[in-house]
């Protein structure tokens, strides 16, 4: 089973701000991961596929970059609607999918 | 737009079956429609129970030791999740997704407690 790892646990950040998310994989998935932005209260919701590609819908305020065992999600410039819980998930190799523990976004 | 939603038992006893529906509304499920079942719980974070592939192809989690059931009426638009001798460990907020590689539609979630 491939362990996703991702940094920090918890960023505090400015709305307005630049943040970098981080997550590896125990094995290389390829471009195979994706990213999900949770709120409280709700269920997941895709941000980006394919390591890079925006899923429908998702503004260009997020990026994703990376392959084989390292990959960021970018936040340009934050808002507040984008206080969350991030996660990545592979599915190079499945099942199982695997996620990460997620990185929470938080107001500083 | 595809909407999913979860329903079913909230409340379950001990030893007894977890039985959950996931309709799906704005769109088909024929065609190449996979559904995949996650759980979510403060200690475990997000974990995955099992898929029906569009082909009617299942797989579960081996974790769940055979507890687990994934089925189709496509009939009725929905997908069901049946988890059998449930345990205090089995209570978390369960959703259904489509997908079978990443998952770009999710259910609301349901919050099914399991307690005598």
């Known amino acids: 089973e491939i362990v996703m790892t991702q940094s920090p646990a918890t960023v505090s950040v400015s709305p307005g701000e630049r943040v970098t998310l981080s997550c590896r994989a125990s094995q290389s998935v390829s471009i195979h991961l994706a990213w999900y932005q949770q709120k409280s209260g709700q269920a997941p919701r895709l941000l980006i596929y394919n390591g890079s590609t925006r899923a429908t819908g998702i503004p260009a305020r997020f990026s994703g970059s990376g392959s084989g065992t390292e990959f960021t999600l970018t936040i340009s410039s934050l808002q507040s609607e984008d206080f969350a819980v991030y996660y990545c998930q592979q599915y190079n190799n499945w099942p199982p999918w695997t996620f990460g523990q997620g990185t929470k976004v938080e107001v500083k | 737009q595809l909407q999913l939603r979860e329903s079913g038992s909230g409340l379950v006893k001990p030893s007894q079956t977890l039985s959950l529906t996931c309709a799906v509304s704005?769109?088909?499920?024929?065609?190449?429609?996979?559904c995949t079942w996650f759980r979510q719980s403060p200690g475990k974070g997000l974990e995955w129970i099992g898929y029906?592939?569009?082909?009617?192809?299942?797989d579960y989690n081996p974790s769940l030791k055979g507890r687990v059931t994934i089925s189709v009426d496509r009939s009725k638009n929905q997908f069901s999740l049946n988890l059998r001798s449930v345990t205090a460990a089995d209570t978390a907020i369960y959703y259904c997704?489509?997908?079978?590689?990443?998952?770009?539609?999710w259910g609301q979630g349901t919050l099914v407690t399991v307690s005598s």
């Open positions: 704005g769109g088909s499920i024929s065609g190449d429609y996979s």
């Open positions: 029906i592939y569009h082909t009617g192809t299942t």
């Open positions: 997704a489509r997908g079978i590689r990443y998952f770009d539609s």
